[in-house]
């Protein structure tokens, strides 16, 4: 298939489970997770409920380690201090999440869960390369959805793995069909899936992004939607009415018992 096509979500085993749950950083605020997030243990703890769906965020080591973890710095979560792009490996290995944990490589994700599919946020340039050698590495094109808030990182990303691999259409695409929602351009990509959330503060100004057209015209397109971050049991269920084909979350236990009062849980 040419990088060039237009992608769409049948074109991918990735995207065929009913509804896609997904497992925000293993659940960061599901209970037994509080603290504790995105470490093998609250990846863990999402398996346990039955999830086969984990997001993640990556950056790169000085050294060329891909780790698994949101924030750029080490300090909102962990017990020491620092830049994750300006340390060697050894350091941040060293820092613990809450004291407890220590910071997955996306390498150890890939190999402790060979039965999950992973959404994947490149969170720097200097992680480009190494998600891509990782996921062809590891033979994971099929299991792994990667996207960027940062344009020209999907675009190389997209480059680099080529379109077996399945990505997400990136902000910027986002807000451009919000506001224009008729003008395919954005949606008719490589993207397979929009990801974006309910509502977005754009030019100083909170607007509602998601809407029902919106899910149209993604749908028509062939596409998936894909909301974050929603922890609340009555905004999924009115996002699920909507047409969303999938939900990040932190409240894992809560998506888990809404999914399967509507039958879409697998």
Aim: aromatic share 8%; glycine share 8%.
């Amino acid at each position: 298939m040419p990088l060039t096509r237009t992608m769409r979500a049948a074109d991918y085993a990735y995207f065929d489970a009913p509804f896609l749950a997904f497992a925000h950083r293993g659940g960061a605020t599901y209970p037994p997770n509080v603290g504790r997030e995105n470490t093998l243990h609250a990846f863990t703890e999402a398996a346990k409920l039955g999830y086969r769906y984990f997001e993640t965020d990556v950056h790169a080591t000085t050294d060329g380690v891909l780790v698994a973890f949101h924030d750029d710095r080490l300090d909102r979560v962990t017990d020491r201090t620092g830049l994750i792009g300006a340390l060697p490996y050894r350091e941040v290995a060293a820092a613990k999440i809450g004291g407890l944990d220590p910071i997955p490589t996306f390498t150890e994700l890939l190999e402790e869960f060979p039965d999950v599919r992973f959404n994947v946020d490149a969170k720097s340039d200097a992680a480009v390369p190494l998600l891509a050698e990782a996921i062809a590495r590891h033979g994971a094109g099929g299991r792994v959805c990667v996207s960027s808030f940062g344009t020209s990182r999907l675009h190389r990303l997209r480059r680099l793995l080529g379109p077996e691999t399945p990505t997400a259409a990136s902000q910027a695409g986002i807000a451009w069909n919000r506001f224009a929602p008729r003008l395919t351009t954005m949606i008719n990509t490589a993207g397979a899936a929009l990801q974006l959330p309910v509502r977005h503060r754009v030019a100083g100004r909170d607007l509602q992004v998601l809407t029902e057209g919106l899910v149209r015209a993604v749908h028509r397109a062939g596409k998936q939607v894909h909301v974050w971050t929603v922890d609340d049991a009555a905004e999924m269920e009115r996002l699920i009415d909507l047409g969303v084909d999938g939900i990040f979350t932190d409240r894992i236990d809560i998506l888990s018992d809404v999914l399967n009062r509507r039958g879409l849980w697998t």
